[in-house]
Structures are given as structure tokens and as C-alpha cells.
């Protein structure tokens, strides 16, 4: 059912099945090391390549969903995959032997809030049984085609975050999950004309907390029915400024917020600034870490909005702002 | 309602209320110059850099689609976008004024078929009254991102085709429209090993083959019931092979396919060499040429099948296949 200008509550909300995450060795080392399915020892997945490796990560995450969700393989009709390199290449090489018919998206590090709002919409239609969202993210491939090559070994501001090496895939279903998605509010590019691609924080920020105020007023909510309002990967420095956003939009949201992006590392131990980032953080860490608590009825409602910021490396150059967007997703437990 | 293993027939077709299309000046010169709703003078739109130039084309084609449309603009509920560029910029961009709640996706050049199916799919469930699709490709900002700096001069191989500068965007409603999306077949990756950046028709033939098969077995039809089957980019060496692969399934599809990539150029006096390509291709012949002919009721029932070549810069420096992808929409006439 419509609710609002942007958002849909689902009368027949879809189930989360499962979800798998796979991480890289620092996100393996960091405060949620334990949770994660499986933690690769060097990064690189046995390939060649920092690329090659991003898409190992979605194939191996993508099957370990798969498996623990125990669906058969061609009960699963479409794939909702992304990531964040050129062309999505990550999804394109590390979807391809999956063979599902695929449906590419694009939200930078929103991404797996957009697969899974695609996912339930299709699923609360009866387009499909099951789905399968993946999403992807890795610091090296990330540090090339963003920023610097990391050999370069570039000096990096305190407002900068991490980019995750991760991925995580959640299989949706009809019935007999461990949390239900009850309802979506989508997007809209939101553009403070932040220019500092060392600063993602400053620039997704307004995004969030417009789809947050959005979601609020569409479903006529109020902040202390929710449990958590979590962010994909604002870092401290975005967070800051949400909440500050928030409040002069008449919501205070400090005691309710969390961050993928402040849980998935130990800034001071692990050198990482402001946080981590990417298409991978928010979605390993709903794998491992929200959907888990959400199964056990820790928490009953929380609203997961990962954040995206929009650029690429030649409209850095040709120094435009970089734009935001972000998507929410509510996910009760059962 | 489902059918098969990745289709989908919808029991209340959207309509497609209307569609709008802007283009450069070799399109403009072109066999379907006349069809064009704007040709702008010289492929910069006013613009500083050939991004920014795609993006204007896209603000440009989707404000005259739903000014045509007569659509209030808080009416549509989501904007459904992508393009070429890395990281979907001329979509972020272009669509950022708009202020549409946003879904990027990325499908290549299949892209339009892609976001034609999610728009579908969501009017047809009731997730929003209209929507609009939009996509683009800008031929010098492609060449820059894809092969060589056109200023280089490199020489074209005879397989090469032209990338088409132009966007087209299309308003999807519940009523009222000029033609039906009736059923949509979604593709899945197919990879045949092609190597070679100057031949994405070769590339992209096999995933063509591949989601057309399934069209007609998921909905038990015969070739002769459609009065056109039409592809998006493949040009004359992909044509060929997609009908010697088609052949090869028991389907001869040569009386009735089309191509829009030989189509929008004339090849030996434009010196397009196998036809023109990119997301722009085959959304400006739908909007311009092949909707107006559904409109008259010329033909009846199409297949509109844009194939996309899913590489990067980087993955082909990498020495990476280039797999292909194709999305099937079935439209037909009021």
C-alpha cells in the first residue's frame, strides 16, 4: 500500500530468509570479526586481481545464502545485485555463473537498501518466490577507481572513512524468515554541494535525513517506536551532522542512531578515520550483525538506511559536488 | 502473473503514456532525424564537459516527456534511470533537479528494457500511479570512458559500432496510454568468451538469443504472432550471429527483426561502419519510431529487446570477457 509521497507498506510483507557475509582480514580483525561467515585471509579471494577479488566475494556470499537458506537454486527468480566500481563490474563477473535472471542496480553505497527495496516490492507482488540481494564493496578496488592508487599511499584527512572489503547476500522469501520488511521509503538525490571526496559523511548526511523525515511523515511514526534507526556508513563525521540535521527538522534521533560504518571498525586500533564505507559495510553488517538480533527479538523494529554518495572519479575531476541518496528499509522481527 | 522461469505477464498492462526523445547532431542527420522531439546543434547542450552534456540530455528528455504526458509531476511517484557512465553520473545529474524518488540501475545498454520492466512491475502492483524511465549515452563521453580519448583519432574496426548521443524518457501510467507493456522477460548474464572492445555485438548477440528463447518458450508463443522483434545495439555483425543463434534453437526470427542500431544511422554515408549503440540507442527509436507505430496500430505486438555489454575500462585492461545481457518487453497496441 502507497503511504506518503515515497514510500510502501507492504500488506503481505516480504521475509528475510537468511543472510551470508563474507569480509576481508581488517573487517575480520574488527568489532564484528566473529560474526561473519567467512573471513578471507588476504583479501584478494584467490584471484589476480583487487577487481576479480570484489567479485569472488559476491559469488561466495550469493552461495552461502543460498545454501543456508536451503531454497532450491531455481526457486530463486531474480538476483538484485550492485557495487560500486565502474560498470558494476563486481556484480556483472561475480553474478555471472550464478546465472539468475539479474536485475543491475546502481545506488553507490545505498545499494543494498535499494536491492532490498526492489526485492520486496517484487516479492510482495508475487513476481517471485525468493529473491536474492547482493551488494559488494572493497577497499582496493574502491581506492583506484575513486581516489588513489594505494600503492601511492596517500595521506588520508580524519573525515575520511574505509571502504569495507566485504560483501553479503540476503535471500527473500514469502514466508518463513527470521524478520519481515514492512515497509520502504525510496530515495531522492539530495545535493549540499559538498566537493571533498575525502569527506562521504558530509555529503550523504542530508541525504539520510531526508529519506529518514520522509519515512517519519509517510507512516505517520514516531522516533521511539523504532528500536534503531541505522545508517549504512555516514562515520562519525556524517553522523554528527545527521543528527544535527535531524533535529532541526524537529526529530531527535541521538539516542536511536547507529552506524554500519562506527560498528564494523575500531577507528583508533585500526587507523580507520572517520569509519568505514561502501556497498559492502552496511550490508555485512545487517548479515552478521542487525539481522541476527532482529531474529533473536533483541530489537523489533529498526529502519535500515544505507547512504550513497554520488560521484565517480572524472565528475571529481571535472569538480562537481557530489550528491547523496539514500533508501530506507523497515525490518521487524517475526 | 508469473510464467516460466523468468517472465512475467501482467494481468493490468501499464500503459505507456508517452515517451520523449533528444539527440545530437549526427542522430539528427540521421534516417530518423525527423522523428527526434529535440536535436540539439552541437551534442553539448550549453554544457561545459561531454558528461555534464549527457546529463543535460537526460533533464532535457524527461521534462519533455512529462510535459507531454500532461502528468502532474507529484504525481509520479519514482523516477527509474541509468546510463554508461561509471558510477551512473549522468543519471545522477540529470535526474538530480528533478527531485523524483530515484532507482539508478544498470543494465549497460540493455538498460532501458530494464527500467521499462521495474516500472512495469511496480504500476502494475499498485506501487505508484506513474513512473518514468530515462536513459542516455553520449558518444565522446563513452569513447573517453570505454576506449580511446576521441581527439586520439584511433582507427575503427568495421565491427565497431557508433555510440548514439541522445536520451529518451518515457511515462509509465496505469491508463490512458498509447501502448501496453504487456509481459516482460528478464535476462540473465550469458558470456561467450568475447575479448574485443570493438565488437560488443558479437558480445552482446548470445544474451539477445538467450532472453528471446525464453520469451517465447516461458509464454508459449510462435515468432509469427509478433510483428517485430527488435533488438538494441547489435548492429550488423551482431544481427547475424543473433540469427544464426536463433536459427540454431529452432527459431527463424530473420523476416521480422529489427535492429535499432541500423536503424538510427546510415551507416555508409555516416560512417557508423555496424550501426549506432549505447543505453540512448535503442530508447530514442522506441520513443521516436516504434511507440508512434504502435500508436497507429502499424504493428500490433513487439518484443523490445536492448542488449547490454557489461564491461569496464578497467575489467578490459584486465583482460576480462566482455558477457552480455538482454531484457525483453512486450508491448503492444491499445
Chains 1, 2 share one sequence.
Not at 43 to 67: D, F, H, I, T, Y
Not at 177 to 191: E, N, Q, Y
Not at 295 to 313: D, Q, R
Request: glycine residues 10%; charged residues 20%; hydrophobic residues 40%.
Amino acid at each position: 500500500m502507497r503511504k506518503g509521497r515515497a514510500s510502501i507498506e507492504f500488506e503481505h510483507a516480504p521475509h528475510i530468509i537468511c543472510g551470508a557475509s563474507v569480509v576481508g582480514p581488517k573487517e575480520g580483525a574488527g568489532p564484528l570479526g566473529c560474526l561473519f561467515d567467512f573471513v578471507d585471509t588476504d583479501g584478494k579471494m584467490g584471484q589476480k586481481s583487487w577487481e576479480e577479488a570484489e567479485s569472488q566475494l559476491q559469488k561466495k556470499a550469493a552461495e552461502l545464502a543460498v545454501q543456508k537458506s536451503a531454497v532450491p537454486r531455481n526457486r530463486i527468480r531474480y538476483a538484485f545485485a550492485g557495487d560500486l566500481l565502474g560498470q558494476c563490474v563486481a556484480s556483472s563477473y561475480g553474478m555471472e555463473e550464478e546465472g539468475y535472471p539479474l536485475f543491475g542496480v546502481y545506488g553507490a553505497c545505498s545499494t543494498m537498501g535499494e536491492t532490498l527495496s526492489l526485492a520486496s516490492m517484487a516479492i510482495a507482488a508475487d513476481y517471485a518466490e525468493y529473491a536474492l540481494c547482493v551488494t559488494s564493496s572493497h577497499f582496493a578496488s574502491a581506492e583506484r577507481q575513486f581516489r588513489f592508487p594505494s600503492d601511492y599511499g596517500n595521506q588520508r584527512p580524519f573525515s575520511a572513512t574505509w571502504t569495507v572489503t566485504g560483501s553479503a547476500a540476503l535471500v527473500l522469501g514469502q514466508e518463513n524468515g527470521i524478520a519481515r520488511v514492512t515497509g520502504i521509503t525510496t530515495g531522492r538525490i539530495i545535493d549540499y554541494g559538498v566537493r571533498d571526496s575525502m569527506n562521504m559523511g558530509a555529503a550523504m548526511a542530508p541525504a539520510a535525513a531526508d529519506t529518514i523525515c520522509r519515512h517519519f511523515q509517510d507512516f505517520e511514526a514516531e522516533i521511539p517506536s523504532y528500536d534503531k534507526i541505522i545508517t549504512g556508513d555516514l562515520g562519525v563525521v556524517g553522523q554528527k551532522i545527521l543528527i544535527e540535521l535531524m533535529k532541526e527538522k524537529g526529530y531527535d534521533i541521538s539516542s536511536r542512531h547507529m552506524d554500519c560504518g562506527i560498528e564494523i571498525f575500531n577507528a583508533e586500533q585500526q587507523d580507520t578515520h572517520a569509519g568505514g564505507s561502501g556497498c559492502g559495510c552496511s550490508a555485512v553488517t545487517l548479515a552478521s550483525y542487525i539481522l541476527p538480533l532482529l531474529e533473536k527479538k533483541t530489537w523489533k523494529k529498526i529502519l535500515f538506511v544505507p547512504t550513497g554518495a554520488l560521484l565517480s572519479k572524472i565528475s571529481f575531476n571535472e569538480g562537481q559536488s557530489v550528491p547523496g541518496i539514500a533508501h530506507a528499509v523497515r525490518i521487524e522481527a517475526i
